[in-house]
């Protein structure tokens, strides 16, 4: 899914398409990354999937075209992620739960998500959800800036589509300038060289601590493993 993503959104604008919507299902945006089914990659296969990972940040950060993300339920972790690099953000209202809970899962929040979560709700916010591994409502999330709307369930992804319309309204060269400037500081995340970053996140994940933690996660689920074919 993570590679699918990527080619999508890599591919939109050379087909024609001016703007996209990310969204999930009813009731749940995305869960994040599968960890019983992680747990029983090999070093090589992780390494990849944070390169795929990665790849897939970058590819909603340097879009040509605008993304909203349509937030349809619970997105934490690898589901908050995915809209932080978003250009806007549509919130379903509910018993839902967002945020950044890699901490409390065993895994140290990566620099280039830490810092696009400082980019959305300022540098002491930031510091407080991601060292804490905060989960938050939606209507925290709307108050701290880490959601831009909130919106019924049931109409939050044509809301997305309806800012997406409303943006292409507007002079096209102009927007597209201006949209470039505004996310400077959030491409230039992808302009230096990751390769050390990847290092250590994948150093991090199989440290003994984070995988004790991922272990007892799988556990609580009740879910083992999955062996890697």
């Known amino acids: 899914m993570i590679i699918a ?43 990849t999937l944070w390169r795929e990972f990665y790849g897939l940040l970058q590819a909603l950060a340097i879009s040509p075209i605008p993304i909203a993300a349509a937030i349809t339920g619970h997105a934490p972790a690898g589901g908050t992620v995915l809209a932080l690099f978003c250009d806007y953000r549509f919130m379903a209202q509910g018993d839902f739960k967002l945020g950044l809970n890699e901490v409390q899962v065993g895994i140290p929040l990566p620099p280039v998500i830490l810092a696009a979560l400082r980019r959305l709700v300022g540098p002491r916010q930031a510091e407080r959800l991601g060292v804490g591994g905060v989960l938050l409502s939606p209507e925290q999330a709307l108050a701290l800036g880490l959601v831009d709307e909130l919106i019924p369930a049931d109409e939050v992804v044509d809301r997305a589509i309806r800012w997406c319309q409303g943006l292409l309204e507007v002079p096209p060269a102009a927007m597209n300038s201006t949209r470039r400037l505004a996310r400077a ?16 996140v994948n150093a991090w994940w199989w440290s003994p601590e984070t995988q004790t933690t991922l272990h007892g996660l799988a556990a609580r689920l009740g879910k083992k493993p999955v062996a890697a074919s």
């Open 5 to 47: 993503l990527r080619e999508a959104i890599e591919g939109a604008a050379a087909t024609g398409k001016r703007a996209l919507v990310l969204s999930g299902a009813p009731g749940r945006f995305s869960g994040g990354l599968d960890v019983p089914l992680l747990l029983g990659y090999d070093r090589v296969r992780i390494a």
């Open 185 to 200: 500081d959030l491409t230039v995340c992808f302009e230096t060289d990751l390769e050390a970053e990847l290092r250590q």
